[in-house]
């Protein structure tokens, strides 16, 4: 098409003006510049479209960047909690652990104080039947 005709023209051009070593013949730089004129819509087309998709790189790049930044702070905070998380699960762990030690001394308290009247109990009952 006219149009790739026109992207491969721009590239030659491209080529021609970084190297200053190529010499055209007079009827080469006449062909290049009839091409020039009849692609010169196409040529301007490319160009504006390169600018155009330039700019939306430079854009899309900035977008990149801001996410790379919000994805580290997210990464962070996530790691923040994640500590946070195994400081309280370390935290209940040894409330568990001491609570139910402490439970446990009670338990073992009431059954001693419960032995301890089921005698006196005992004991009164063997009182009230030697009288």
Known sequence: TRYELAGILARFL??????????????ENELVERLRREFAAELKMQKDRTAALEVQLR???????????????????????????ASVKTEVTRLNA???QDIRARLDQQESSTRRLYLFLAVVAVAALIK
């Open 14 to 27: 491209e080529h021609l003006e970084g190297k200053s070593e190529v010499q055209l013949t007079p009827e």
């Open 59 to 85: 854009e899309v790049q900035g977008e990149l960047a801001q996410l790379k930044k919000e994805n580290q702070e997210l990464k962070e905070q996530l790691n923040r909690a994640l500590r946070e998380v």
């Open 98 to 100: 001491a609570g139910g």
